[in-house]
Every structure is written in structure tokens, then in C-alpha cells.
């Protein structure tokens, strides 16, 4: 049987309503990436959460029960025997259900057959990659949106097909420690696939406590803000949910004109941006166009065309 060419939305779209794995943060179903600086807690962030999902529990905010899910969880940056396995088992993790996909022989891509094939087997709920970077495969240039833009829509298929959360964790630039508006390395187009986005960082007066901030939400209203901090055996220790989205936490210093400059240098550190797919990541972040042609004015940020499309760039320093 034959896929239709043109889905008539009365007669072949289905109505259906968005499913969450953790409400509002994770839905199921789509691309959810959660970023931060190199030691905010990341890591350790996602294999907490899988550890309370293998074992059906619930997550802060939690209102229904759970159910025990199956888990598929892949990195490129630590051992599995001597790194992921002990601190899944010290929080508390029912390593029956959790599972990853053996790399031994061939490095797993956002593209292999292996990742969807290996979901469907086992009915996994919630896929983590870890770091988005290293599963981006190696003739992928993170940067070029032309290339990183259909790796995300199969991975996006792939989710929807399966009813499974995929939770990416991404690296950040260098220049959005305290931020409100934070940017991911290389093309905008990954922010821009994702459904929900989970910014962790550091609380500037308490630097062994963690925050989580909801800076992209697509399915729902944007969640509360929630600290946490990692205890000696590798556990998260939940804090408190932040009313105010943790502006309390954010350097007093940072303005939104501050927050706009941090974001396009971030975003043109690599080399010149479409300006189209500027403007589109910056709505995402909620920096307003008014506060954002400010900030390229400040930066000095060069306007050049190439055929019909128009590029920003920063200036040579």
C-alpha cells in the first residue's frame, strides 16, 4: 500500500493531544534538548531522571502515577562500566530496563538505522544522546543549518513514530554562563527542532546548586524553574520550584540588550548566520527584533548578501 501524496486535514489528519513523559518538560513524542556549560550537571541531571523513570517513580510536579519504562541511554564522553553504570546503580536505577546501544563496532549516528531500530525492539519511552555533537555523525557540520536541519526531522520521526522522548544534551558557547537567553553550539536549526529546551546552570551565589530553566517550550506554557544539587553518591537532591523562572539567579548585570549581544555572538562565533534563521532563533529565545537590531549595532555585526539571501557576521577582531 501506497502512502498518499496530500493528506486532506479533515479527512486523513487524526486530532490527537500531546503526551508527556515529564510535564511540562520532557513531551513524548518529540525532540527535547536539555544545555549547559561543561560541569552544571547535565549529565548527571539525565541519568537521574532515567534512573526514577526505569523504577516507575515520579518526578517533581508529578499528579498520576507511573508506570516503569524501558530506557535507551548512549554517550560519547564517559566509560559505560566505570562511569554510567555506577552512578545509575547509586541512583538507585532498575538497570533492567536501561539499555544502550553497543558502539564497539560502529559509532552510533542521529541517523542510524540502529537508533530507531533498537526504540521499536525494547519500546523504549525515553532515548538520551550524549552530546548531541558527537551523535551528529562525522561528515556533519554542526554549524550548517542545511545539514544539521534533515538529521533533526528524521530524528523528529523517529520520536513521533515511537512515542519515545528523545533528550539531546548539548554543549553551550562560552559567553552565557548566567543568561537568560542561552544558545547551543552550532546551527540554530537544533533549538529550533526541539520542542522544549532545559538550560542548566549554576546559582551564582551557590555554586553547588543547580538550576533547571524552561527557556523553550513549545507544547505548553513554560515550566517553573528548579534547583537541585548532587549529592556524594551521584544523586540529585531536588530543591524547590522558582516562581520567577530563577531571574533571581541570573547576574544582576544582564540586561536583555546584554542577554541579545551574548546570544548572536554565541550564534556567530562559528562564522556568518543567515539572518532569516537569526530572527527565528532569536523569537524562540523571546528577544524581541527591537532589542536584537540594538545589539547588533553594538557588536559592530556585519549585514552582507549572497544571491537573494542576506548574512550576519561578526566583525574581525
Not at 85 to 108: C, F, M, Q, W
Not at 120 to 138: C, M, N, V, W
Not at 227 to 236: G, L
Request: net charge neutral.
Amino acid at each position: 500500500m501506497t502512502e498518499k501524496e496530500i493528506l486532506n486535514f479533515e479527512t486523513d489528519i487524526t486530532e490527537t493531544s500531546v503526551k508527556w513523559l515529564w510535564y511540562p518538560y520532557i513531551p513524548l513524542g518529540k525532540i527535547t534538548i536539555m544545555q549547559g556549560h561543561s560541569g552544571m550537571g547535565k549529565t548527571m541531571l539525565a541519568l537521574n531522571i532515567a534512573a526514577t523513570l526505569s523504577k516507575g517513580e515520579q518526578l517533581p510536579g508529578d499528579t498520576q502515577s507511573r508506570e516503569p519504562i524501558n530506557i535507551i541511554y548512549n554517550t560519547a564522553e564517559d566509560g559505560l562500566g566505570d562511569t554510567i553504570k555506577p552512578r545509575l546503580r547509586s541512583a538507585g536505577a532498575d538497570l533492567a530496563r536501561i539499555n544502550t546501544i553497543n558502539e564497539r563496532v560502529n559509532t552510533l549516528t542521529m541517523t542510524d538505522e540502529r537508533l530507531e531500530s533498537s526504540v521499536s525492539e525494547i519500546g523504549a519511552k525515553l532515548l538520551i544522546l550524549d552530546p548531541i555533537q558527537a551523535y551528529l555523525g562525522a561528515k556533519i557540520d554542526m554549524n550548517k543549518a542545511n545539514e544539521v536541519r534533515p538529521i533533526f526531522k528524521q530524528l523528529a520521526r523517529v520520536a513521533e513514530d515511537n512515542e519515545c522522548a528523545i533528550v539531546l544534551i548539548g554543549h553551550q558557547g562560552k559567553n552565557q554562563m548566567y543568561s537568560e537567553q542561552q544558545s547551543l553550539l552550532g546551527s540554530i536549526d537544533q533549538v529550533a527542532a526541539a520542542r522544549s529546551v532545559l538550560t542548566v546552570t549554576k546559582q551564582p551565589n551557590d555554586k553547588m546548586l543547580s538550576l533547571i530553566n524552561h527557556t523553550k517550550s513549545s507544547l505548553s506554557a513554560k515550566g517553573k524553574s528548579l534547583s537541585f544539587y548532587t549529592d556524594e553518591n551521584c544523586k540529585v537532591v531536588w530543591g524547590d520550584f522558582i516562581e520567577n523562572g530563577g531571574a533571581e539567579f541570573n547576574d544582576d548585570k544582564s540586561s536583555k540588550r546584554d542577554s541579545a549581544k551574548e546570544f548572536l555572538e554565541a550564534i556567530l562565533m562559528s562564522g556568518p548566520v543567515p539572518a532569516s534563521g537569526i530572527f527565528m532563533s532569536a523569537a524562540e529565545n523571546e528577544i524581541t527584533e527591537k532589542t536584537l537590531q540594538r545589539a547588533k549595532k553594538d557588536l559592530g555585526i556585519i549585514s552582507f548578501a549572497e544571491g537573494k539571501k542576506w548574512f550576519w557576521k561578526l566583525p574581525k577582531r
